[in-house]
Nanobody, 118 residues
Framework: QVQLVESGGGLVQPGGSLRLSCATS????????MGWYRQAPGKQRELVAAITDGGSTNYSDSGKGRFTISRDNAKNTVSLQMNSLKPEDTAVYYC????????????WGQGTQVTVSS
């Protein structure tokens, strides 16, 4: 069965760092582009980082220079290192297959809450 399990969120002060992790199972992980998405209340879901099966990465304007996405194909996990966090980064963060999201396949994990506040 499909599992997408995010972890690593929490409360952090502006300028701080967090590392999010996503454990997956039941998906074609090694051949899939994986993404980290976030959604804040009242806002659209946003793709903040993606990594292809070959390891190429892309970032949103807000994440570029501050976020780093990585993957471990042996463990079927994808991570997001977030540095220099800002209050506007506050959101629930999710991992998913980019193809699934693009095609409207509506499956999401529980997400992990990131709160950036003084």
């Amino acid at each position: 069965q499909v599992q997408l399990v995010e972890s690593g969120g929490g409360l952090v002060q502006p300028g701080g760092s967090l590392r999010l992790s996503c454990a997956t199972s039941g998906i074609p992980f090694s051949s899939s582009t994986m993404g980290w998405y976030r959604q804040a209340p009242g806002k659209q879901r946003e793709l903040v980082a993606a990594i292809t099966d070959g390891g190429s990465t892309n970032y949103s304007d807000s994440g570029k220079g501050r976020f780093t996405i990585s993957r471990d194909n042996a463990k079927n996990t994808v991570s997001l290192q977030m540095n220099s966090l800002k209050p506007e980064d506050t959101a629930v963060y999710y991992c998913n297959l980019v193809l699934w999201v693009k095609t409207g396949y509506d499956y999401w994990g529980q997400g992990t809450q990131v709160t950036v506040s003084s």
